[in-house]
């Protein structure tokens, strides 16, 4: 058990750009998930998957923010278009399948849109 | 949705006093609830959790949190504070019908004092 983990760590782009982001979830986790932390508050739901299944998605992630998990193991999320509200720490967790349970989280990647 | 409440974004104590950070949740129906520690430039660490059974649960680190139903609380407890306890909190709750999805406090920062 290696933990999830997120890359890259940091990430600075240009407004207008496009910008793309990996999660590997812990190998024996079915569900993985999407959240974003912005400066001062707690994480807020974005999306998540049942392997490679998007079975929910939060009115937060715009028509820009795409989410895949090919399959059902490792997840990207891709920004197009960035914008200045966008900067932000993207955070990725995993959890097992059945539940309620834990959520395992990454260290995320904070992303900085200048 | 959810609403979680976490009164006081900073709290301070010195080192071997009792550290109380408060966490209300909003819904009628008891949901599942947690607490996460984040250290700076790090992912969250599960505390601990209370899906169902004692009210009273013991977590990692010697915290502890008590469910009390009538107050819609969860509040975490440690008897003495250490230097190392120095992070910010989050407590997550989720629906009991959709327990993949998180909601999270804003954060309390603890602050430990020599």
């Known amino acids: 058990d290696t933990g999830v983990s997120q890359n890259p760590r940091h990430k600075i782009t240009k407004r207008g750009q496009n910008v793309t982001f990996r999660c590997d979830p812990i190998s024996e986790h079915n569900r993985l998930y999407w959240y974003r932390q912005t400066l001062g508050q707690g994480p807020e739901f974005l999306t998540y998957f049942q392997n490679e299944a998007q079975l929910e998605k939060s009115r937060l992630l715009s028509d820009r923010f795409s989410a895949e998990r090919p399959k059902g193991s490792f997840s990207t999320l891709e920004i197009q278009r960035t914008e200045q509200g966008d900067s932000a720490m993207y955070l990725c967790?995993?959890?097992?399948?059945?539940?309620?349970?834990?959520?395992?989280f990454g260290p995320g990647t904070r992303l900085t849109v200048t | 949705a959810q609403s979680v409440t976490q009164l006081g974004s900073h709290v301070s104590v010195s080192e071997g006093a009792l550290v109380l950070l408060r966490c209300n949740y909003s819904s009628s129906v008891p949901p599942y609830l947690f607490w996460y520690v984040q250290y700076p430039n790090q992912g969250l660490q599960l505390l601990l959790k209370y899906t169902t059974g004692a009210t009273l649960v013991k977590g990692i680190n010697g915290f502890e949190a008590e469910f009390k139903k009538s107050e819609t609380s969860f509040h975490l407890t440690k008897p003495s504070a250490h230097m190392s306890d120095a992070a910010e909190y989050f407590c997550a709750v989720s629906d009991r019908n959709n327990f993949n999805k998180f909601y999270f406090g804003s954060g309390t920062k603890l602050n430990v004092k020599p």
């Open positions: 967790a995993s959890s097992a399948t059945g539940g309620p349970y834990e959520q395992y």
